[in-house]
Structure formats: structure tokens, C-alpha cells
């Protein structure tokens, strides 16, 4: 092996839980002058990579960004906006764990919209157009001088299970107790009845690392997602479509932010819609796509333009909206239309809708096949039960979108950090963060669909809102050392004031006749309790509601608190139905309140857990 190989290779190492050997990423090309005293390995430079390693620095961790091309950082590979209803949220979270995401896309956002106004603030939806190249440039010189955080290019071809090492080699390499993370996949590109092999289109394929997976005994299954075509703006006639403007002012994504940079020179979006036509135009030629078959299940929420046509035959349109990739850039983003059918397919029935008669298609929609894990071989750390200090973000455990790749990176990045450092883990339940309902789906339920959030996924809805998510997660982020000093200061001072704000409001009681001066229905009650919907104060509209949540969350949090040891012989316990053995099994779950949410889990099952759990193993989780 090559001397700077094995280098690698000895920095990566960690002891196993499973196979009581140690792990070893193997580089396929070598770095020169890497240095061999890092603690966090973080594989992949996209959405999750970046917040993963961000995050695994701030935790004091000594960071490694590997990634196949350093240029490639921040590239928005799909649709150019982050956020949007249930997305938006976890931007605003990972913001407020300090980091990255939010405040990049507030630097090269190009239109601002809050998603749901209509409706109540427990469905608010931030969302921002994005100008790609801004994204792209603002995070490189973002990660560029980033504190703890060393960036190469390489390509990672192995994760090595080595079974011939010496006693002392072993304990020199878990001394060095470097955690990983793991975030590439074999992806397949589909093009009508074109299959290759390949990263997003442009770039070179991760293929090595779904075969080791799967040599090291994880299950692996595929999923598949696509994106549409690019079209030429100036071949658009915008004439008779609906115009989505921006909201004036903005909201940022960032707590530390007040205003954005374009927040004067918002660009519009337009809307306009399939026909009758172009359906019986593509379901004529369904035979075309491999992209359509059901042996590989798509995004359910998110769904091609054929899976539409095939399911809902009888709606006689679909929105598309055209949305542009940059402030100084001509491509316009089609968002409705992914697709797989042949290039010539595609032109022909983009030239059957309103306004696009004479379009360019610059790029074609194409569909992507990938690889995953069962992310319920994942702990609530996303660390690998399979393996000590190996962590998982991204794609690889099944999720669909930029956010809830981000999410993953940050909460796989800060566990990673804590891990290496040998501190107690990080954990968000689903009370505390809409990351910690996306973990604990993953983890407890697994995947047979591109999985996302929105907004019914949550039972504490009410509590987990876009505009409180400083509140909840901050000074958790904080006492885990995760949260720098900027933020951490911004956050004493904005929280001191609401407190104040609330205080004042609960000290002001008034008789029914004096609220009515105010035009204010008879009430005799505080402040708080008949406050307006006004940003943050609607804490205390909601105050009632808030209650009856909070005793929720209390009988949630005493049955996350009851451990179970994930290495438990369930096939032992004659207690339990066959059934519930089983599902127990694969599953592993860590806690009881995790047991409870697996499907098929019965009430006489619970009983015997519990039991087993306060017995046994009657130990609180580290919830930060």
C-alpha cells in the first residue's frame, strides 16, 4: 500500500462494536503533506458534508473535508431554493445550532417567500430562491479560513474491515480515536433507456463505498429521485402567466441577520401549467422511460411528471413554476417537471405549454437511481450501530433534499466531534426539533420512499416553529460547545428582550371595558393570552395550546429517558409474539419511547420493555 494511503488509512481508524476490529477508509488518490492528527473524517463536500464538518470543528474536533473536487463545494445539484413548508423549519434549526445553510442562503438569495401565510404559524414555511453561483462562491470562502477545518480533494474508494492487524497497531489506531463520516453512493443516471453509472451529471461515480458497505453487512437498497430540465430564459414568453413576487420586506434565514443583501432587487418567479396535450403526449411514449417503473420507489411528495400523469390521469393540469438561477444567469428551473424521457420527448412537450412555445432546453431533465442504507442500523447520533465512530448523513440513509441532507450533517457532524473527543452525545428527540422527528423516522421506522419533512410528520407542531427555533435549540447547542460566541451573544440578548416583552404583557390586566376602548373583545385576562399575531409575542397566543402540548411532551420525554441496550437478544424472550421479536430485531431501537413508535408494537409488548427497562437498564439518555 501507498505510504500516504496508509496514512489515511491510520486516521480513520476506530474500534467496532461488531466485528472487534477496526475500520479504515482507503484513499484511491493520494494527498500530499496531509497531516495524521485529525479526529473527524468527513467524506463528501455536499449539503451534508458541509454541515458536518462545520459542525464537527465547532465542536473542537480537528476536521477533515475530503471531497472528489474542492470547486464543487456548495454546488446546488437540483432545484436552485432552499426550504419551503416543514424544509424551512429545519433550516432555521440548523441555524440556530450555528450552522451553515442558513446564513449562506441568505447571502445569495434572490427572492424571499414565506410558504402557508394563509394558515397558522405552525406551518410557516420560509423559502428562498437562490442565485446558484452566489451559494457556491459565499460557502467556499465561507469553509475557506473556518476554524479546526482542513479541506482536501480526494476520492475515498473503501471502507476496510482489517482483520490482520497486530494488538499494538489496534491500540495505536482506537488511541488515535478518529470518527468518520460517510456520505457517497453508486448512483445510476437515467435518460430515457440510457443507464450510466455517475455522480450528479459532470461528475465521477462513488461506487466503491456502497460495495464496502454491504461487505461490512449493511443492507443496501435503492431509491430513485430526478430533476428537470434547464431552459433558456430568454426563449420564455412571460406574457399571460401568473407572477410570484417576493415578500417586502424579506425574512432571513438567520437569526443573525435582519435584512439580506438583495432584498431590494428580488427577482420574480411565474407560473404557469401542463394540458391535456402534453399528458397524452407523454403517456404515449410511458415505454420510453425506465425512470417509470415501480421496482424502485420515487419521492411520493415530490414525484416525477410521468408518476403524475399515471396517478392522477384524470387532473387535467399541473403547476410548473419557472423559477430563474441567478440574478445574471438566463437558465430558468422548470420546479414540477423532473422527468426521464428522451431529449426529444422533452422538447417536444415543452413546446406544448403556455409561454414555452419556442423554448431552448439547455439541459435535460434526467432521473438518478441511488443507494441506501436501512437507516435503522443508525443510533439517534446517526452513528452506525455496525461500527463505533462510523456516522452516516445524506442520501445514504434514504432522505430526499438539500435540508434534510443539511440536518443530518449537522446533527452526524456534532456527534462525530463529541464522539472523537469522548464526551457525551447530542440528542433531539421529537419534542425538541423537527431534526429530531427526521432522525427518529429514520431510525425507528426505516424507508421505502425518498423520505422528507413537512409539517404532518410532527405531533408537537405548535412548539417546533420557524420563529422559535433559537429558543429551543440554542442553549442546548451551546452547553454542548457547539455554538460560537457571535451567535451565542445574539441569542442572550434577543431572548432577554422577549422575556422582558412577555413579562410586561402578563403584568397588564385590564377590565373587559378598558380592552373594548381598544377595540379588543371583554377579557379580563393578561396580555399574553390575547396578544396579537405578531412575530415572536405569538407564544402568547398561543399560550393555552402551548400548555396542553408541553404535558405531552412530558409523558414523551419519560419514556425516551427508559434506555434499552441495542445489542439485546430479542429472540430470547419467550414474552414477546413472534411478530414483535422480529420487528424488535431489526429495528434495535435505544430507548423505550422509540420501541413504542415501531410500527406493530403492541401495549403488552410495552409492558414487558418496560419492565425490562427499569430493571435492567434504567439509565437517562443525554438530551443536552
Given at each position: 500500500m501507498n505510504p500516504q494511503i496508509r496514512e489515511l488509512g491510520n486516521m480513520c481508524l476506530s474500534q467496532l462494536n461488531l466485528f472487534q476490529s477496526c475500520s479504515v477508509v482507503r484513499q484511491a488518490t493520494t494527498i500530499p503533506h496531509l497531516p495524521n492528527d485529525f479526529d473527524v473524517i468527513v467524506i463528501g463536500g455536499g449539503h451534508a458534508g458541509t454541515e458536518a464538518c462545520t459542525a464537527a470543528a465547532r465542536s473542537g474536533a480537528r476536521t477533515l473535508l475530503l471531497t472528489q473536487n474542492k470547486d464543487t463545494i456548495g454546488e446546488m445539484s437540483c432545484n436552485p431554493s432552499f426550504g419551503g413548508v416543514g424544509k424551512g423549519v429545519l433550516v432555521r434549526e440548523i441555524d440556530a445550532l450555528d450552522g451553515v445553510c442558513g446564513r449562506i442562503s441568505d447571502l445569495a438569495g434572490i427572492q424571499f417567500?414565506?410558504?402557508?401565510?394563509?394558515?397558522?404559524?405552525?406551518?410557516?414555511?420560509?423559502?428562498?430562491?437562490?442565485?446558484?453561483?452566489?451559494?457556491?462562491?459565499?460557502?467556499?470562502?465561507?469553509?475557506?479560513?473556518?476554524?479546526?477545518?482542513?479541506?482536501?480533494?480526494?476520492?475515498?474508494?473503501?471502507?476496510?474491515?482489517?482483520?490482520?492487524?497486530?494488538?499494538?497497531?489496534?491500540?495505536?489506531?482506537?488511541?488515535?480515536?478518529?470518527?468518520?463520516?460517510?456520505?457517497?453512493?453508486?448512483?445510476?443516471?437515467?435518460?430515457?433507456?440510457?443507464?450510466w453509472p455517475a455522480g450528479r451529471i459532470g461528475e465521477n461515480p462513488s461506487i466503491g463505498l456502497s460495495n464496502s458497505l454491504k461487505s461490512a453487512g449493511f443492507k443496501l437498497a435503492r431509491l430513485k429521485t430526478g430533476t428537470p430540465a434547464r431552459l433558456d430564459g430568454r426563449t420564455i414568453n412571460y406574457e399571460g402567466m401568473i407572477i410570484q413576487e417576493g415578500d417586502n420586506p424579506p425574512s432571513p434565514f438567520s437569526y443573525l441577520n435582519t435584512t439580506?443583501?438583495?432584498?431590494?432587487?428580488?427577482?420574480?418567479?411565474?407560473?404557469?401549467?401542463?394540458?391535456?396535450?402534453?399528458?397524452?403526449?407523454?403517456?404515449?411514449?410511458?415505454?420510453?422511460?425506465?425512470?417509470?417503473?415501480?421496482?424502485?420507489?420515487?419521492?411520493?411528495?415530490?414525484?416525477?411528471?410521468?408518476?403524475?400523469?399515471?396517478?392522477?390521469?384524470?387532473?387535467?393540469?399541473?403547476?410548473?413554476w419557472l423559477e430563474p438561477e441567478g440574478l445574471d444567469d438566463h437558465v430558468v428551473y422548470p420546479n414540477g417537471i423532473s422527468n426521464t424521457m428522451p431529449e426529444d420527448i422533452q422538447l417536444n412537450f415543452l413546446r406544448m405549454i403556455q409561454g414555452l412555445e419556442n423554448v431552448d432546453m439547455l439541459k435535460p431533465a434526467y432521473g438518478v437511481e441511488y443507494d441506501h442504507i436501512d437507516p435503522r442500523e443508525l443510533r439517534s447520533t446517526l452513528e452506525t450501530k455496525r461500527i463505533s465512530g462510523l456516522f452516516l448523513?445524506?442520501?445514504?440513509?434514504?432522505?430526499t433534499g438539500y435540508e434534510e441532507a443539511a440536518a443530518q450533517g449537522v446533527m452526524a457532524g456534532i456527534n462525530a466531534g463529541l464522539h472523537a473527543l469522548k464526551k457525551a452525545p447530542f440528542i433531539l428527540d421529537r419534542s425538541d426539533a423537527y431534526i429530531g422527528v427526521l432522525v427518529d423516522d429514520l431510525i425507528t421506522k426505516g424507508v421505502n420512499e425518498p423520505y422528507r419533512v413537512f409539517t404532518a410528520r410532527s405531533e408537537y407542531r405548535l412548539l417546533l416553529r420557524a420563529d422559535n427555533a433559537d429558543t429551543r435549540l440554542t442553549r442546548k447547542g451551546h452547553e454542548v460547545g457547539v455554538v460560537g460566541k457571535e451567535r451565542w451573544e445574539h441569542y442572550k440578548s434577543t431572548s432577554g428582550m422577549l422575556e422582558s416583552a412577555m413579562q410586561a404583557l402578563q403584568d397588564?390586566?385590564?377590565?373587559?371595558?378598558?380592552?373594548?376602548?381598544?377595540n379588543i373583545s371583554p377579557s379580563t385576562r393578561a396580555a399574553t393570552d390575547i396578544v396579537n399575531d405578531n412575530g415572536s409575542l405569538r407564544t402568547g397566543r398561543y399560550k393555552p395550546f402551548l400548555k396542553r402540548q408541553e404535558l405531552e411532551v412530558m409523558a414523551l420525554k419519560r419514556d425516551e429517558h427508559l434506555k434499552l441496550d441495542v445489542?439485546?437478544?430479542?429472540?430470547?424472550?419467550?414474552?414477546?409474539?413472534?411478530?414483535?421479536?422480529?420487528?424488535?430485531?431489526?429495528?434495535?431501537?435505544?430507548?423505550?419511547?422509540?420501541?413504542?413508535?415501531?410500527?406493530?408494537?403492541?401495549?403488552?409488548?410495552?409492558?414487558?420493555?418496560m419492565k425490562y427497562a427499569k430493571r435492567t437498564y434504567n439509565k437517562p439518555v443525554f438530551t443536552s
Open positions: 417567500k414565506v410558504l402557508n401565510k394563509s394558515k397558522g404559524p405552525a406551518v410557516y414555511g420560509p423559502r428562498a430562491q437562490i442565485d446558484r453561483k452566489l451559494y457556491k462562491k459565499h460557502l467556499q470562502e465561507y469553509l475557506k479560513d473556518y476554524p479546526n477545518l482542513t479541506i482536501q480533494s480526494g476520492s475515498v474508494a473503501d471502507l476496510v474491515l482489517n482483520d490482520q492487524m497486530t494488538q499494538e497497531d489496534h491500540e495505536s489506531m482506537v488511541k488515535k480515536g478518529a470518527s468518520q463520516m460517510v456520505k457517497g453512493v453508486r448512483l445510476e443516471i437515467h435518460l430515457g433507456l440510457k443507464v439580506v443583501p438583495h432584498a431590494d432587487n428580488q427577482i420574480l418567479c411565474h407560473q404557469t401549467r401542463t394540458n391535456d396535450r402534453v399528458h397524452k403526449y407523454i403517456a404515449q411514449h410511458f415505454d420510453q422511460s425506465i425512470h417509470i417503473r415501480e421496482t424502485v420507489k420515487g419521492p411520493r411528495y415530490c414525484p416525477s411528471l410521468e408518476s403524475k400523469i399515471k396517478r392522477f390521469s384524470t387532473k387535467e393540469a399541473h403547476n410548473i448523513a445524506g442520501q445514504i440513509n434514504g432522505t397588564i390586566k385590564m377590565p373587559a371595558k378598558r380592552w373594548a376602548d381598544y445489542n439485546l437478544d430479542y429472540l430470547q424472550m419467550d414474552q414477546l409474539s413472534n411478530e414483535v421479536r422480529q420487528k424488535l430485531s431489526e429495528v434495535r431501537p435505544e430507548t423505550l419511547g422509540a420501541a413504542k413508535r415501531i410500527e406493530g408494537m403492541t401495549p403488552a409488548a410495552m409492558v414487558v420493555l
